[in-house]
């Protein structure tokens, strides 16, 4: 049995039988080539001699398919779009396949679903997947394509890393709890209650060195995996908690939890969205960056726990989008 050929035909010639296919006219065809009709008449032969097949009927200037004409119309227009498509899905930054976006639970709970929406309406082509069951405080590139995280100590060289502002904590807790305990300094911090995000652990220690608390008699009361759950336990008066970042801006803003003494520390540490290597300046990934400095920008609770030149450099940049 004789093998079918697996050689494709010329692409110029399938080009000049599909554009006939639709016109049944070779002059027509040849306007919307940008050619001229004896050049569309030469590439139809061309494939034709190639498929040993007559792929229309010539009546003077009228043409029609021939049956083996309308059996290869459908394959090459399907081909075609199909090409089209995917040209103009890569041209504008697709396929549409989620980006997985690694982030704490706190923050995806306090801050980034309620600003969802305008994500959806600023960046229609960014589709996200969001991954909050990492305890790992270090981007996860294995597991995630995109990470909001804070970043400590050395960068690794195979990542890319967009710091949107520096680390700085504070220490909340209920209004009833400060006034049951007396707080009215820092040092009153080293004799209440702590509640500890163990994943983090380190953060309270800083805040309390920088504050020049001794901690040696320090109590924790309760430790948790989540800033979530610590602002909760906090906000139901068990303890002072320390909270990373403005993404709790919101219950201290409305009073449910309160910040019992106004110090806040940077603690050497950058909030920052890291992407894998290979998405370097890829659009949707591009247009995620620019939505989230975007959108802590235009978040005016966060400004009270970003640094005054990290607020501003956030401002300049939404300025500039706002530009385009």
Not at 196 to 204: C, D, G, R
Not at 273 to 285: A, I, K, N, S, T
């Amino acid at each position: 049995m004789m093998e079918r050929s697996s050689r494709l035909p010329p692409l110029q010639a399938l080009r000049c039988f599909e554009a006939a296919a639709q016109c049944l006219n070779f002059g027509k065809a040849a306007d919307r080539l940008n050619i001229t009709r004896s050049a569309v008449s030469h590439q139809i032969r061309k494939l034709e001699d190639e498929l040993g097949q007559p792929l229309f009927w010539r009546d003077g200037r009228a043409v029609r398919l021939t049956p083996a004409g309308e059996a290869l119309l459908p394959a090459v227009r399907d081909g075609f779009d199909g090409i089209r498509d995917a040209a103009s899905n890569v041209r504008d930054g697709w396929p549409r396949r989620e980006l997985t976006l690694q982030v704490y639970v706190s923050v995806a709970m306090r801050w980034l679903i309620p600003r969802l929406h305008g994500l959806h309406e600023t960046a229609p082509k960014v589709s996200i997947k969001v991954l909050t069951s990492l305890l790992d405080w270090e981007f996860e590139d294995t597991a995630a394509d995109v990470g909001l995280v804070c970043v400590r100590g050395k960068r690794r060289r195979d990542l890319r890393y967009r710091k949107l502002f520096g680390s700085r904590v504070f220490a909340v807790c209920s209004p009833a709890f400060k006034e049951e305990h007396k707080i009215t300094c820092a040092k009153d911090l080293a004799r209440v209650p702590i509640i500890q995000v163990y994943t983090a652990a380190n953060e309270w220690r800083e805040w309390m060195q920088a504050a020049e608390i001794d901690i040696t008699n320090v109590t924790i009361v309760d430790q948790f995996d989540s800033y979530l759950l610590a602002m909760e336990a906090a906000a139901e008066g068990q303890g002072v908690a320390f909270c990373n970042g403005p993404f709790f801006a919101a219950e201290v803003h409305s009073g449910r939890l309160v910040q019992p003494v106004p110090e806040t520390i940077s603690i050497g540490a950058d909030w920052c969205l890291v992407h894998r290597r290979e998405f370097e300046g890829e659009p949707r990934v591009r247009d995620l960056e620019t939505w989230f400095q975007c959108a802590l920008a235009d978040d005016p609770l966060a400004a009270r726990f970003i640094s005054e030149d990290d607020a501003a450099r956030l401002q300049t940049i939404r300025t500039r989008e706002m530009r385009k």
